[in-house]
């Protein structure tokens, strides 16, 4: 599996790397390929159907085990291939403490 880094700074993979989504709550799972990443996101092809999925928010295993893994949140959908952007704590956290102070 050779990777090639763009100008960009994104990764992209010649025949993509296997992994795993996961809904927050575990309820569901799907085989994926991560075609190209980079430190904010990644762009996955989706081995079966997503419909019916909750894809606003969800986990990408990057190990067997579970015990690597990013938060993600669904930025784009063509077809069998999806756009993630990658959450962070730290992030998350501003946000949600904009929305008080705007409240």
């Keep these: 599996m ?3 880094r763009n100008k ?3 990764v992209v993979f010649d025949r993509g790397l296997r992994a795993q ?3 927050i ?4 799972r799907r085989p994926c390929l991560i075609e190209d990443v ?3 996101g990644a762009k996955l092809t ?3 159907s997503v419909e019916g999925l909750n894809l606003k928010e969800f986990f990408l295993l990057l190990s067997s085990t579970g015990l ?3 938060r993600c949140e669904l930025s784009w959908i063509n ?3 999806i756009g993630v952007t990658f959450l962070r704590l730290d992030k998350k956290k501003k946000r949600q403490a904009a929305q008080v102070e705007d409240a």
């Excluded at 709550?25 to 569901?28: A, I, R």
């Design 68 to 70: 690597a893994y990013r």
């Design 46 to 48: 989706i081995e079966g």
């Design 79 to 81: 077809g069998d291939q």
């Design 8 to 10: 960009d700074g994104r």
């Design 2 to 4: 050779v990777a090639e």
């Design 21 to 23: 989504m996961m809904a």
């Design 38 to 40: 980079s430190e904010f």
């Design 25 to 28: 709550d575990g309820t569901w």
